[in-house]
Protein backbone atom coordinates (compact mmCIF):
# COMPACT_ATOMS: atom_id res chain seq x y z
CA UNK A 1 0.00 0.00 0.00
CA UNK A 2 1.41 3.46 -1.09
CA UNK A 3 1.66 5.85 1.75
CA UNK A 4 2.17 9.66 1.17
CA UNK A 5 3.39 12.01 3.60
CA UNK A 6 4.66 15.66 3.41
CA UNK A 7 8.68 14.60 2.44
CA UNK A 8 7.13 12.60 -0.36
CA UNK A 9 4.85 15.42 -1.86
CA UNK A 10 8.19 17.35 -1.59
CA UNK A 11 10.62 15.10 -3.34
CA UNK A 12 7.64 14.55 -6.43
CA UNK A 13 6.94 18.37 -6.65
CA UNK A 14 11.10 18.87 -6.79
CA UNK A 15 11.22 16.23 -9.24
CA UNK A 16 8.78 17.63 -11.92
CA UNK A 17 10.74 21.48 -11.13
CA UNK A 18 14.35 19.73 -11.89
CA UNK A 19 12.66 17.53 -15.18
CA UNK A 20 11.16 21.08 -16.45
CA UNK A 21 14.35 22.60 -15.90
CA UNK A 22 16.44 20.05 -17.42
CA UNK A 23 13.90 20.16 -20.54
CA UNK A 24 13.78 23.72 -21.04
CA UNK A 25 17.32 23.88 -20.10
CA UNK A 26 18.24 21.37 -23.21
CA UNK A 27 15.96 22.92 -25.35
CA UNK A 28 17.97 26.07 -25.70
CA UNK A 29 21.09 24.11 -26.50
CA UNK A 30 22.31 24.80 -22.55
CA UNK A 31 23.71 22.74 -19.77
CA UNK A 32 22.04 21.13 -17.37
CA UNK A 33 23.63 20.27 -14.87
CA UNK A 34 23.07 19.34 -10.54
CA UNK A 35 25.68 19.95 -7.68
CA UNK A 36 25.92 16.64 -5.11
CA UNK A 37 22.91 16.56 -2.93
CA UNK A 38 24.74 16.94 0.13
CA UNK A 39 27.00 19.77 -1.36
CA UNK A 40 27.14 22.21 1.40
CA UNK A 41 25.37 25.79 0.16
CA UNK A 42 24.04 27.17 3.07
CA UNK A 43 25.47 29.58 4.85
CA UNK A 44 28.68 29.89 2.59
CA UNK A 45 29.58 33.79 2.40
CA UNK A 46 28.77 34.39 -1.14
CA UNK A 47 31.43 37.49 -1.11
CA UNK A 48 34.63 35.49 0.45
CA UNK A 49 33.73 32.26 0.91
CA UNK A 50 33.49 31.83 4.80
CA UNK A 51 31.33 29.32 5.98
CA UNK A 52 29.14 29.86 9.14
CA UNK A 53 26.53 27.34 10.81
CA UNK A 54 23.43 28.72 10.61
CA UNK A 55 20.01 27.83 12.43
CA UNK A 56 16.56 27.42 10.58
CA UNK A 57 15.89 30.69 12.07
CA UNK A 58 18.89 32.73 10.91
CA UNK A 59 17.34 34.30 7.27
CA UNK A 60 20.08 36.70 6.97
CA UNK A 61 23.78 36.93 8.21
CA UNK A 62 26.78 39.30 8.81
CA UNK A 63 29.58 37.75 7.56
CA UNK A 64 32.33 37.04 10.13
CA UNK A 65 35.58 37.75 7.96
CA UNK A 66 34.13 40.39 5.40
CA UNK A 67 31.46 42.05 7.25
CA UNK A 68 29.01 41.57 4.66
CA UNK A 69 24.96 41.32 5.05
CA UNK A 70 23.80 38.37 3.00
CA UNK A 71 20.35 36.58 3.04
CA UNK A 72 20.37 33.15 3.62
CA UNK A 73 18.88 31.84 0.59
CA UNK A 74 20.41 34.37 -2.27
CA UNK A 75 23.52 33.24 -0.69
CA UNK A 76 22.95 29.82 -1.23
CA UNK A 77 22.14 30.28 -4.64
CA UNK A 78 25.39 32.07 -5.72
CA UNK A 79 27.10 28.87 -3.60
CA UNK A 80 25.71 26.88 -5.46
CA UNK A 81 25.89 28.23 -9.02
CA UNK A 82 29.74 28.37 -7.89
CA UNK A 83 29.87 25.18 -6.90
CA UNK A 84 28.16 23.70 -10.33
CA UNK A 85 30.43 26.08 -12.72
CA UNK A 86 33.64 24.56 -11.09
CA UNK A 87 32.29 21.11 -11.01
CA UNK A 88 31.65 21.85 -15.05
CA UNK A 89 34.87 23.39 -15.29
CA UNK A 90 37.12 20.77 -13.31
CA UNK A 91 34.88 18.01 -15.62
CA UNK A 92 36.60 19.87 -18.26
CA UNK A 93 32.94 20.68 -20.04
CA UNK A 94 33.42 24.44 -20.14
CA UNK A 95 35.97 27.14 -19.67
CA UNK A 96 35.43 30.57 -18.38
CA UNK A 97 36.01 33.61 -21.05
CA UNK A 98 36.79 37.00 -21.45
CA UNK A 99 34.43 38.34 -24.09
CA UNK A 100 36.46 41.40 -26.39
CA UNK A 101 33.15 43.84 -25.12
CA UNK A 102 34.80 43.35 -21.58
CA UNK A 103 38.37 43.16 -21.76
CA UNK A 104 38.81 46.90 -20.76
CA UNK A 105 35.61 47.26 -18.88
CA UNK A 106 35.34 47.28 -15.17
CA UNK A 107 32.31 45.33 -15.05
CA UNK A 108 32.74 42.08 -16.18
CA UNK A 109 30.05 39.37 -16.16
CA UNK A 110 30.74 35.62 -15.90
CA UNK A 111 30.72 34.11 -19.25
CA UNK A 112 31.57 30.71 -19.94
CA UNK A 113 31.94 28.43 -23.38
CA UNK A 114 32.18 24.94 -23.99
CA UNK A 115 35.39 23.62 -23.56
CA UNK A 116 37.00 22.80 -27.25
CA UNK A 117 38.31 19.79 -25.48
CA UNK A 118 34.70 18.01 -25.12
CA UNK A 119 33.94 15.12 -23.11
CA UNK A 120 35.22 11.48 -24.98
CA UNK A 121 37.35 13.81 -27.23
CA UNK A 122 40.55 12.50 -25.92
CA UNK A 123 39.29 8.82 -26.60
CA UNK A 124 38.42 9.78 -30.30
CA UNK A 125 42.58 11.15 -30.32
CA UNK A 126 43.56 7.99 -29.03
CA UNK A 127 41.57 5.78 -31.46
ZN1 LIG B 1 32.47 37.02 3.74
Redesign the pocket.
Known sequence: MQKFNGSMVADNVMGLITQLSKYKTELEGKIYHEIGRFEKSTGI?S????HHVLTLKDRNFT?L??R?YQGRDLSAAKSIAKTGELDLIAAGIVARVNPISQQKSAIKTKVFELSELAVGSEKKVAA
Open positions: CECGQCACT
